[in-house]
């Protein structure tokens, strides 16, 4: 008396499904790990290019503040105050006798430390998106 599972058609379904899903489970596998690839790929292009961005507009708010003709007391204070830190050697009536160069000195500090930041993420773009990028930052820098 022979059983259903010893019929050599049955032992063939069996392998043959067995066999079907472990190759449907190896596809689903790979392209898990395919999106997943491009999900990390897409993640770390979006931080360049938003630090990027975000870098450019801090270079472009220092620019406009270097150029605005106003000066505030309290940007004076705080140019007098720098002043004593980096210049010890002058003297406190040469400082505050006429803090507008120290005004513009720390203006012109914040747009080179603006640029400094806009050239690292720059960098940071070009391993990801090649030369490309540095020929399109040329009409901007």
Not at 5 to 33: E, H, M, N, R
Not at 55 to 73: F, G
Not at 126 to 133: F, H, S, T
């Amino acid at each position: 008396m022979n059983s259903f599972i010893d019929q050599p058609w049955y032992q063939f379904g069996k392998d043959f499904i067995t066999a079907a899903l472990s190759v449907w489970g190896l596809v689903i596998a790979t392209k898990g790990l395919v999106t997943w690839r491009k999900q990390i790929r897409g993640t770390k292009e979006f931080d360049a290019g938003y630090n990027l961005h975000y870098a450019l507009l801090k270079l472009r708010t220092s620019i406009r503040h270097v150029r605005s003709p106003v000066i505030w007391p309290s940007e004076s204070y705080k140019a007098i105050q720098y002043s004593r830190a980096k210049y010890p050697h002058k003297t406190e009536a040469e400082i505050e006798k006429n803090s507008q160069p120290y005004v513009y000195e720390m203006r012109w500090e914040e747009i080179s430390n603006a640029l400094t930041e806009v050239e690292s993420h720059l960098l940071a773009a070009e391993v990801l998106w090649g030369k490309e990028i540095l020929s399109l930052m040329q009409r901007v820098v």
